[in-house]
């Protein structure tokens, strides 16, 4: 018989042939017993809930009832983790953060939660006797709307208690900061400095600088601070990123300097680093640095890699520098401080556009939302048929080794972002949505600012200011984050603010009509933030394909009551599979 009329009658047999049955890949540990939330479906009332998950190589492979998890996955070298019954949701996406400047203040003279004048007079005091001879004092964390005078401090209280050494110390929201007499000389600032574009020094009634650095001006005695130690960022940068894991924050989108973005890197490579970080580059930069700065660390790198691009518009309500479209109540004679012209902003704004980059901007007073909202409007305008040729900028390589630097891809635009949104005029709400813009969110801040935000706004104002619901209502995405450290990175006092708009003390409610549902405070905790850095497809569920990234709580935050949020908690963190943080004593141990 001839060998192709043999194949031809050999051949229904191969394929009717039943095929080896697959075998479920096997899982490296299985998490039991526990009361897992996969997610948040807004449109669903009662969302997924089950009792184990299984994970290998970083994601998830399977979740269900434990016995059906266990009978797929388990392997003779799985580990079994029992959860207890706890609760265990996706980890908490932080929108916004600032790692670098938390660890610095951790390392530095730190002033968070001084209550009064005398408070960080003694700090300060205490730093200047252990300082070596000649050092500068820094650090940060003041906040003078907590003290009994609510009174700026001035270079006079400084000058009382830090000796011969040169001081500069940055308010809790870093807008503006205030100097002692040696750094002001150091930095050469008299009474005829002028204030720089988006700054201001403030002087006393002889025209004399009271000590008192704002926005952009702080930047004329920053510069003349000598740089931490890369040992010493680097420290300040693990306290910080420890700080997070800490309390089930397993992502974080940062704003830190590049070294800061090196040190990451490192840690990465160390097989050290805690959680996944996005981290920003500075809107300011030359179009061609910002792409090599893209370009040096891939983008498909689910642990670290850079996304947007991050303006400031203007500063905070704290320090009155927010840019209003009418003064303040408090304050008749100041609208704020914004930090550009319109021309020149869109200009830079369809620039980057074109490049391709995400852009976000810090804006907090309504007329710098609107601004943010007009160069937002006119980067997506499509571009003219013949565009002028663009000026190539000149190198200004930030490391040695940036020309070997792999090109990769980058997720579509625009998906811009307004950070903080916290004023808004009512006409804006509507512009975010036809512009597709994502209101990125730190609930926390109202905790801190309810006290006094009336007061610089006026009743009628401060019904748009803080506004979450009506974001939601006008069919905004929310990315909620902290702002750490400008307020702690805890997730829970975030919730706590979004589902009740009362006071730690429980005491006082801010506009309560613009309260969330906790399903919508989680939802933007989580999904929303990877919404926000466009990861939403492999991170902010536990689900088949998404990565293990998820916290194990002593508390469910669906069904306590809302004064129980704040005393959340964590009792296991877990990002990419691995344990990244274990309470002491816990049952998780």
Request: hydrophobic residues 40%.
């Amino acid at each position: 018989m001839k060998p192709h009329v043999l194949f031809s009658l050999i051949l229904p047999c191969i394929l009717a042939a039943p095929l080896p049955a697959q075998s479920a890949p096997k899982a490296e540990a299985i998490y039991f017993n526990g009361n897992i939330l996969t997610g948040v479906d807004l449109t669903e009332p009662h969302p997924e809930r089950v009792a184990a998950l299984a994970v290998a190589g970083g994601v998830i492979l399977g979740i269900g009832d434990t016995a059906a998890v266990e009978s797929k996955f388990q392997s003779p070298t799985t580990q079994l983790i029992d959860l207890h019954g706890a609760f265990v949701m996706p980890g908490f996406n932080d929108a916004h953060a600032h790692l670098g400047s938390a660890g610095e203040i951790k390392l530095s003279v730190d002033l968070t939660g001084c209550t009064s004048l005398e408070d960080m007079q003694k700090r300060i005091q205490k730093a200047a006797k252990e300082a070596a001879p000649g050092a500068w004092l820094s650090g940060g964390g003041w906040d003078h709307t907590l003290w009994p005078s609510k009174t700026l401090p001035t270079k006079a209280d400084l000058d009382s208690v830090t000796g011969n050494h040169q001081a500069f110390f940055v308010r809790v929201d870093g807008h503006i900061a205030i100097a002692n007499s040696a750094a002001l000389a150091a930095a050469g600032i008299t009474r005829d400095t002028p204030n720089p574009q988006g700054g201001k020094i403030d002087r006393d009634p002889k025209g004399d600088a009271t000590g008192i650095i704002r926005e952009t001006a702080q930047a004329l005695v920053d510069r003349k601070i000598p740089p931490p130690t890369p040992d010493r960022r680097r420290q300040g940068d693990i306290l910080a990123l420890e700080d997070a894991v800490s309390h089930g924050v397993t992502s974080v989108q940062d704003n830190s300097d590049w070294e800061d973005f090196l040190v990451y890197e490192q840690l990465e490579k160390d097989g050290k680093l805690p959680v996944r970080i996005s981290e920003w580059l500075p809107f300011n930069a030359p179009v061609d640095e910002l792409q090599q700065m893209r370009d040096y660390h891939p983008s498909t790198d689910r642990m670290l890699h850079t996304t947007m691009l991050k303006g400031f518009m203007d500063g905070s309500l704290g320090s009155r520098t927010a840019s209003l479209n009418a003064p303040y109540t408090d304050d008749p004679g100041n609208s704020g401080i914004p930090r550009y012209e319109q021309d020149k902003l869109d200009a830079m704004a369809i620039e980057r556009g074109l490049a391709g980059f995400q852009m976000g901007f810090h804006a907090i007073g309504d007329r710098a939302v609107s601004m943010a909202l007009n160069a937002f409007a006119a980067a997506q305008q499509p571009p003219p048929a013949q565009p002028s040729p663009r000026i190539k900028q000149p190198d200004r390589p930030f490391h040695n080794d940036v020309r070997t630097a792999r090109r990769v891809s980058y997720p579509p635009p625009p998906r811009n972002r307004i950070e903080h949104s916290q004023v808004v005029d009512p006409a804006d709400f509507a512009r975010y949505k036809q512009f597709g813009v994502i209101a990125s969110m730190q609930p926390n801040h109202l905790l801190t600012d309810m006290a006094w935000a009336e007061q610089r706004l006026g009743p009628e104002r401060a019904k748009g200011s803080y506004a979450w619901k009506s974001f939601l209502d006008a069919g905004v995405p929310l990315a909620f984050g902290t702002d750490y450290p400008v307020e702690p990175i805890t997730p829970f006092r975030g919730v706590y603010a979004a589902v009740t708009r009362m006071n730690e003390a429980g005491t006082a409610t801010y506009h309560p009509e613009q309260k969330l549902t906790i399903w919508q405070a989680l939802y933007a905790y989580t999904q929303g933030s990877a919404y926000a850095e466009f990861t939403e497809p492999w991170k902010g569920r536990l689900a088949p394909g998404y990565v293990a990234d998820f916290v194990v709580l002593d508390r469910d935050l669906t069904v306590v009551a809302p004064p129980e949020i704040l005393k959340t908690q964590v009792l296991r963190t877990v990002v990419g599979g691995k344990t990244a943080f274990v309470s002491a004593g816990s049952s998780q141990n």
